[in-house]
């Protein structure tokens, strides 16, 4: 059965550090590009980064640029997202998902994303 699974979400307070895990199971992510993406309540999924297969090229959305890193691990079959400086408006329900596909100079829209995990709650607050 192929599932990602992401953990590692929490409460922070602002200007905090969390970093979230995305491991895969009945799959190997070694070949996939991967996304991760927050959804807040009332908001739109939001891309956040996606790092490619082969030489882990990543890209990342404005509002997160400078303050989060993404990176993989493929002998642990785990995609990494390192969050920094947080801020309030960073409390969401993140995702991470893996895509066949890549789009050099962009992130990847969310519908060629083929498989999603259930996401983990990250709150930041005071």
Do not use: H
């Not at 991967?34 to 309540?41: D, H, K, T, V, Y």
């Amino acid at each position: 059965q192929v599932q990602l699974v992401e953990s590692g979400g929490g409460l922070v307070q602002p200007g905090g550090s969390l970093g979230l895990s995305c491991s895969a199971s009945g799959f190997t992510l070694e070949p996939w590009a991967i996304g991760w993406f927050r959804q807040a309540p009332g908001k739109e999924r939001e891309a956040l980064s996606c790092i490619s297969s082969g030489d882990g090229t990543t890209y990342y959305a404005d509002s997160v640029k400078g303050r989060f890193t993404v990176s993989r691990d493929n002998a642990k079959n785990t995609v990494y997202l390192q969050m920094n400086s947080l801020k309030p408006e960073d409390t969401a329900v993140y995702y991470c998902a893996a895509s066949s596909s890549w789009y050099p100079g962009s992130l990847l829209p969310l519908d060629e994303y083929d498989y999603w995990g259930r996401g983990t709650q990250v709150t930041v607050s005071s």
